[in-house]
């Protein structure tokens, strides 16, 4: 009878996960029990949903709750192997399909718990007992079950592997290293595991390490997200306000245009009003004469016609007359046409400052970096068309081709005084300011020594002083020289290689990168010739200039 009970014992006090005994029994919440390893790693597997739940009733706990050994049930466990009145296995501790067997085990196999690496069998936990009670057992080395034991016999002896032959890097037995491995170099397995250890702790440490950075690289995109979330919510907030502040003006002055309006016409309607009763008067004196003239001029009685006439034929003078013959009556025609005006100069500017608006949102400033070109191509991608602005022209560059093209000529061309002109240096800037990523190209025409500058400059360079207007001899300017020389804050730096008669440049506004290239128009071919790294803190505008009478230079058309 105690056996039959033990049975029904066992039954009770197998963990449902692993199927066998309880091993550090906890008991959840809902009552059910199982081995806290398992347990562990069940929830392990679920943490990123955020709930637990009993594998049995599927009761949810939030949060996960707390595991703590149940000593009862362990005692109870341990009494039961100490006892040894188990009954036969239950079916859960035989071997079933994709389960590791016990080797030594006949007739039905059961669970193997634990495999030895030295004498490469698996055992159930009853014949395991040796390996924990007999001292001739104690140096061998106990794992979980595993199939892959026979992976540690060499395929050619039959022969348990425990060396590793380092100039083949590969696992072999004692026999091999007597034969087709001898004169390699080989140390036991143990060794060459410590080794491998030792560079696998170096790994985990560098894995561990770009971890913690990809996840501070995390952390900063998230914060970059939350910032961009909250700048692009405020500047609707904002732009909304301003639009709507817009409108709210517009409509005021549009109510006070109307008001004025109306109370312009109602003045003048009084006036015309006043004119027209003045007016009906007199027409209305005037008729009655006129009546009384007809009838004194058929009154058949002399001496009353003659008594009567002095006094009838007074008429008063006549008022001056309106005439509407000499000029169109426009009233309020004009109000509508300057305001048409003002319509269009509105249109005009909310056209312009809407695209460099659109450029801004186009170009809000991101945190990962754009990968630069490297083909003329992927170049080409940012190609902006330049025009040369003719108030920033020294008065010798003659402008040409859509202001595409400046000529440097010996007599001065009638430029209009205008304070942004280059007065000492033949040079000329961009009407367009730069920003975003550009590229545009620059060819000077075929000589034997081109002599011209390319550069990249803030718009407040100097106009009239030398050397500080002289592109490159600042710090408000970057210059390449004939493609073998670039200038920055009037420090040189050598370029080598052949002359070029065409330069492209590249800038990156955002990222501060400024390069000049070398362009071979015939094999799409570039070479850098310089490169820039820096912070620029404004717009910027590309520049001109060319040395020697009648040779030009030209910004390129680009496709």
């Not at 008001?259 to 004119?275: A, G, T, Y």
């Amino acid at each position: 009878m105690a056996q039959r009970g033990f049975q029904m014992n066992q039954d009770k006090l197998c963990c449902s996960i692993c199927l066998d005994l309880l091993k550090d029994p906890v008991t959840l919440p809902c009552g059910h029990n199982y081995c806290m390893n398992c347990i562990k790693g069940c929830w392990d597997g679920e943490d990123q949903k955020h709930t637990h739940s009993c594998p049995q009733c599927r009761q949810t706990f939030i949060p996960r709750p707390a595991l703590g050994k149940n000593s009862m049930l362990a005692e109870l466990v341990e009494e039961m192997k100490k006892t040894g009145l188990q009954a036969a296995p239950a079916d859960h501790c035989y071997a079933g399909p994709g389960d590791v067997s016990c080797d030594v085990c006949t007739g039905r196999k059961l669970k193997a718990i634990k495999s030895c690496l030295q004498c490469l069998v698996s055992y159930c936990e009853q014949h395991l007992q040796p390996h924990y009670e007999s001292s001739a057992f104690e140096k061998h080395k106990l794992v979980d079950s595993s199939k892959r034991l026979k992976e540690n016999i060499c395929s050619h002896h039959d022969e348990v592997m425990k060396i590793f032959c380092r100039t083949d890097q590969q696992c072999i037995c004692y026999l091999c290293s007597m034969d087709e491995h001898r004169g390699h170099d080989t140390v036991s397995a143990a060794a060459e595991r410590k080794e491998k250890q030792r560079e696998l702790g170096v790994s985990q440490q560098d894995l561990q390490q770009r971890i913690k950075e990809k996840e501070k690289d995390m952390k900063v995109l998230q914060q970059e997200v939350e910032a961009i979330n909250q700048s692009a919510d405020k500047a609707v907030k904002d732009s909304e306000k301003i639009v709507t502040d817009l409108i709210q003006l517009i409509v005021k002055r549009s109510s006070d245009l109307k008001q004025q309006i109306r109370s312009k016409q109602d003045k003048e309607v009084s006036r015309v009003r006043e004119l027209q009763e003045k007016l009906q008067q007199e027409l209305n004196d005037l008729r009655r004469n006129h009546t009384e003239l007809g009838q004194l001029s058929h009154t058949p009685d002399h001496i009353q016609f003659l008594q009567s006439y002095p006094l009838l034929s007074s008429v008063s003078e006549p008022t001056n007359t309106l005439s509407t013959d000499t000029h169109t009556l426009r009233y309020f025609d004009d109000v509508t046409v300057v305001l048409s005006e003002v319509r269009e100069e509105l249109q005009d500017i909310l056209k312009e400052r809407w695209t460099k608006i659109s450029l801004t949102v186009t170009e809000a400033d991101v945190l990962l970096p754009q990968p630069e070109p490297t083909t003329r191509a992927e170049f080409l991608q940012y190609s902006r068309r330049l025009t040369l602005d003719p108030n920033t022209a020294h008065t010798q560059l003659l402008l040409s081709e859509g202001n595409r093209k400046a000529t440097l000529m010996r007599e001065e061309q009638l430029y209009p005084d205008h304070p942004d002109r280059f007065s000492q240096k033949q040079q000329v800037l961009s009407r367009e300011s730069l920003t975003g990523r550009c590229y545009w190209e620059v060819e000077v025409e075929e000589t034997l020594f081109p002599s011209f500058t390319v550069a990249v400059t803030y718009k407040d360079i100097s106009r009239t002083k030398l050397p500080e207007s002289e592109f490159g001899c600042n710090n408000r300017s970057w210059a390449v020289l004939n493609s073998t020389e670039f200038l920055h804050n009037n420090i040189s730096t050598s370029i080598s290689g052949p002359l070029s008669s065409r330069v492209g440049v590249y800038l990156d506004h955002r990222a501060g990168i400024l390069s000049f290239y070398r362009v071979s128009e015939t094999s799409e071919t570039m070479r850098l010739l310089h490169r820039v790294q820096t912070t620029f803190t404004e717009p910027l505008y590309a520049g001109l200039a060319v040395y020697g009478y009648g040779r030009s230079v030209k910004l390129c058309e680009l496709k």
